[in-house]
């Protein structure tokens, strides 16, 4: 079985998902993500339905360009949901976890295009490397 990838991108082009036309809306802190439905986010957005094709996949990829030398907000959104996500994986806010055999994501990168002054790397590899997943990095790859 090879490594089933997600892409989600921030460009015009490729990738499975295009996060500029999600209109992803921030995280409200609602909780109900741990408490009442684990796992599951209930904001009405395109991210939500990704969720599980992004749990699914061994490897989420998030290609990204800077915007003013700083990591894209609709990138800063989508790394907060997931966060929130993972976390129904783990003893967060003293849930009971879910069995991270029951999702298939362990490892998440980062492609970076171009030069960050943000680079957000200790704050988005802490954030994400919980739960089922184990391995973040981040790669840079020439500006298209």
């Given at each position: 079985m090879g490594d089933r990838r997600f892409v989600l991108?921030?460009?015009?082009?490729?990738?499975?998902?295009?996060?500029?036309?999600?209109g992803i809306?921030?995280?409200?802190?609602c909780?109900?993500?741990?408490?009442?439905?684990?796992?599951?986010?209930?904001?009405e957005d395109g991210f939500t339905p990704l969720i599980a094709e992004i749990l699914g996949s061994e490897t989420l990829v998030v290609s990204m360009s800077p915007e003013r030398g700083r990591v894209p907000d609709r990138v800063r959104k989508a790394v907060e949901r997931l966060s929130n996500i993972l976390d129904a994986y783990t003893d967060c806010g003293g849930n009971?976890?879910?069995?991270?055999?029951s999702v298939g994501l362990r490892r998440i990168e980062f492609e970076c295009r171009g030069?960050?002054?943000d680079r957000m790397e200790?704050?988005?590899t802490g954030a994400l490397r919980k739960g089922p997943v184990?391995?973040?990095?981040f790669k840079e790859t020439e500006e298209n």
């Open positions: 991108t921030d460009g015009k082009e490729g990738g499975d998902a295009r996060l500029g036309e999600l809306r921030r995280c409200r802190g909780v109900r993500c741990l408490t009442e439905h684990p796992g599951e986010c209930e904001i009971v976890p879910l069995p991270i055999d030069n960050f002054a200790s704050e988005m184990s391995d973040v990095i």
